[in-house]
């Protein structure tokens, strides 16, 4: 973390650390400081690198209801790696918490259609939300 501060001071336009900080900030469950960070290392140019940055990124950005953000690095996340299912669920779940059904049913239904959701540690939470998208 301290490094990370020092090249923030170092070279204030250089996005990496940003990124990084923002990383560590959600983590920490500073969420503001954490966005704030995220949207300077967008402004400057940041890109994901891959689909494991662009799916961090949209869960933290879930997790803190910020759901059209999400959205939008899930589809990146997508974009890189079609294949990247916790991605595509975790998209469907973005538009079900917007209150989008249909895109939601679509990309959870993806997600059925190739894994067995109920060997999932998180089936328990997802049943209600699969029963009221008519996918139970």
Not at 128 to 135: A, M, R
Request: hydrophobic share 40%.
């Amino acid at each position: 973390y301290v490094y990370i501060k020092k090249s923030i001071a170092l070279d204030p336009q250089a996005t990496p650390p940003h990124f990084y900080h923002s990383i560590l900030l959600f983590d920490a469950g500073r969420n503001d400081e954490a966005y704030k960070e995220l949207k300077t290392a967008v402004a400057l140019g940041w890109q994901p690198q891959d689909h494991n940055e662009a799916r961090v990124i949209g869960a933290f950005l879930a997790d803190t209801g910020r759901y059209d953000e999400a959205i939008d690095y899930f589809r990146k996340a997508l974009a890189i790696d079609a294949d990247d299912d916790e991605a595509r669920i975790k998209l469907g779940l973005s538009y079900y918490f917007l209150g989008k059904f249909e895109p939601a049913k679509q990309y959870i239904q993806e997600v059925i259609s190739k894994m067995d959701l109920t060997k999932s540690p998180q089936y328990e939470e997802l049943k209600p939300i699969l029963k009221e998208l008519g996918l139970l």
